[in-house]
């Protein structure tokens, strides 16, 4: 059996390494909530937790409008083949933000 190779790999890897560079702030952020969730008091937890969602939230709209507006440039066949190679890669990397990414 033959695996088919995503014709997107090699552009949705470089798209993820630029949001790195571009969004390193997003990315720091989601960190610092998780840590700061980690250590959070038991009466602080769910307040922590909420920043922490949050902060997913804000960096996993800025992965999906970045898939968005290349999607925009392709036909629908390639959109959706790109949008499935974009959201697996975005789970494959930071699971956190992968969860929701379909969703957006």
């Given at each position: 059996m033959r695996l088919r190779r995503d014709p997107f790999r090699d552009v949705?890897?470089?798209?993820?390494?630029?949001?790195?560079?571009?969004?390193a702030d997003l990315l720091e952020d989601c960190r610092e909530k998780h840590r700061l969730y980690e250590q959070a008091d038991r009466e602080d937890r769910e307040e922590a937790y909420?920043?922490?969602?949050?902060?997913?939230?804000?960096?996993?709209?800025?992965?999906?409008d970045m898939r968005?507006?290349?999607?925009?440039?392709?036909?629908?066949?390639?959109?959706?083949?790109?949008?499935?190679s974009f959201n697996r890669a975005v789970r494959k990397r930071w699971p956190e933000l992968g969860l929701e990414i379909e969703n957006r």
């Open positions: 949705t890897a470089r798209q993820l390494d630029l949001f790195v560079e571009d969004e909420g920043d922490f969602v949050d902060a997913v939230e804000t960096a996993t709209e800025a992965l999906a968005d507006r290349f999607a925009r440039t392709l036909d629908e066949d390639a959109a959706e083949t790109y949008e499935d």
